[in-house]
């Protein structure tokens, strides 16, 4: 038997992408990663780091092939881990003619596709018929700063075949990489979908000058507020205080490194969406899910049994005082 390590591919050029590269090669396996920024290809092919993602990490292009053609990655290899913006995977797919069908898939994307409104497993199923049981979902508490800096991280590694769900496993485990695995991939996507959204609601708050005392609070409604959501759209049995789920949120919801928080925080101290997002230069996945969320919520005539998720949504898409929000949304917690 080959000790040869499985090729695996990577999407994305961006910050997380480029850390389950560093985890993945370092672990020796091949890479296959597809960005679609040439320069940045050229740059790493150079210089052995990715100049705009995480620029401390130093590659060993031994164990990568960098192509800025989508369908040359997905041809050459059988597990594909997506880390790309929701936002963008619609497009990116639209460039490609090589099947789907017979791979494995993992996403590591977390927020809804906004041309749909699924979740990426249900995306990736119905519009490019994938079976569910060769769906997977990689989720924190992990961010991609840290992966970097090296220190100890967990990843929750989600799939109906526990099989993939503990191969995926192996060969992202390291040192300073813990990981464990979970059969609730729907329920996993959409904690790592609605974490997102808590966070802008954290930053929010920061920005609105609330303090530590009430952050503790809203974070506490935000972990059953999500209990509620994902038990509505597909019940069964949970933990929702483990890692994937409460874990996840509380290091999106506080970290320096949450871009959600981030765009928040902005928006709470007056900035428009349009302004926060150019001058952050980066998607918050959040902004988004926000939308897809309420709506789910909405037509499931539900949107009172999460009235965070309705706050964020009245102030981003309705253009509403973050102030005057936040002080009805109080009387709604506990």
Not at 91 to 110: H, Q, R, T
């Amino acid at each position: 038997m080959s000790d040869k390590k499985e090729a695996i591919g990577v999407v994305g050029g961006g910050s997380w992408a480029t850390a389950l590269v560093k985890m993945l090669s370092e672990n020796g396996h091949k890479v296959h990663w597809y960005m679609r920024n040439t320069e940045a290809i050229d740059h790493i092919l150079k210089e052995q780091h990715n100049p705009n993602y995480l620029s401390s990490v130093s590659f060993n292009l031994d164990f990568i092939v960098l192509s800025g053609e989508l369908d040359q990655v997905v041809g050459a290899v059988h597990k594909i881990i997506f880390a790309i913006p929701s936002a963008f995977l619609a497009g990116e797919l639209e460039k490609m003619s090589e099947s789907l069908k017979d791979k494995v898939i993992f996403s590591a994307i977390k927020g809804i596709v906004p041309q749909t409104g699924l979740i990426v497993g249900a995306h990736f199923n119905q519009h490019h018929q994938v079976p569910m049981e060769q769906i997977g979902v990689i989720t924190g508490p992990c961010h991609a700063e840290e992966v970097a800096l090296e220190r100890l991280s967990f990843l929750t590694i989600a799939c109906a075949n526990i099989t993939l769900a503990e191969e995926m496993a192996q060969a992202l485990d390291s040192h300073y990489i813990r990981t464990t695995i979970s059969d609730d991939i729907i329920g996993a996507e959409y904690a790592a979908v609605l974490k997102n959204i808590y966070a802008i609601a954290a930053g929010i708050a920061h920005g609105l000058g609330y303090g530590d005392n009430f952050q503790a609070v809203l974070m506490s409604n935000a972990i059953r507020e999500m209990k509620r959501f994902i038990k509505r759209v597909y019940a069964m049995k949970r933990n929702i205080n483990q890692t994937a789920y409460l874990g996840d949120l509380l290091v999106t919801g506080y970290s320096v490194f949450s871009r959600n928080r981030m765009f928040g925080n902005m928006i709470g101290k007056g900035y428009t969406v349009k302004s926060a997002t150019m001058e952050m230069n980066m998607v918050a996945e959040g902004y988004y899910a926000t939308k897809s969320a309420f709506e789910i919520m909405d037509a499931l005539n539900r949107k009172s049994k999460t009235p965070i998720i309705t706050a964020v949504y009245e102030i981003l898409y309705l253009q509403k005082n973050p102030k005057s929000v936040f002080k009805q949304l109080i009387e709604q917690l506990d």
